[in-house]
């Protein structure tokens, strides 16, 4: 069957092995890298986490608020760790301060009710 397939030989090629870089390249490849993913990736996402805790800190009694699962409600105790958010009259849920995910301006929740 070897009649059908003709072999290639590689004319004038280096030795294995034998690829002749400079390893300086091969670093400055590796940083570069390094800084590109510093700059499109971990510097945006520790921005939005040090955003998302000054909104955190800053939630006070009275503040409309939505959380991480989307339900609309308004803080109505404050503790260290958790809130207590008033999801509908007499309803009252414990959350975790951090499922905060957004801060509604004021009257958005008499603004939903009537949707």
Not at 29 to 35: E, S
Not at 36 to 50: G, M, S
């Amino acid at each position: 069957m070897s009649f059908f397939i003709s072999n290639a030989y590689a004319a004038n090629a280096p030795a294995a092995g034998a690829q002749g870089g400079d390893p300086i390249t091969g670093m400055l490849f590796f940083v570069g890298m390094i800084v590109i993913f510093y700059f499109l990736l971990i510097r945006p996402q520790q921005k939005r986490a040090k955003e998302h805790r000054k909104m955190v800190e800053a939630v006070g009694k009275g503040d409309e608020v939505v959380t991480n699962g989307g339900i609309l409600g308004k803080v109505v105790d404050l503790s260290e760790q958790y809130m207590t958010v008033e999801i509908a009259d007499g309803v009252q849920v414990k959350i975790q301060r951090q499922a905060i995910a957004t801060v509604l301006p004021k009257g958005s929740l008499k603004a939903a009710e009537k949707e």
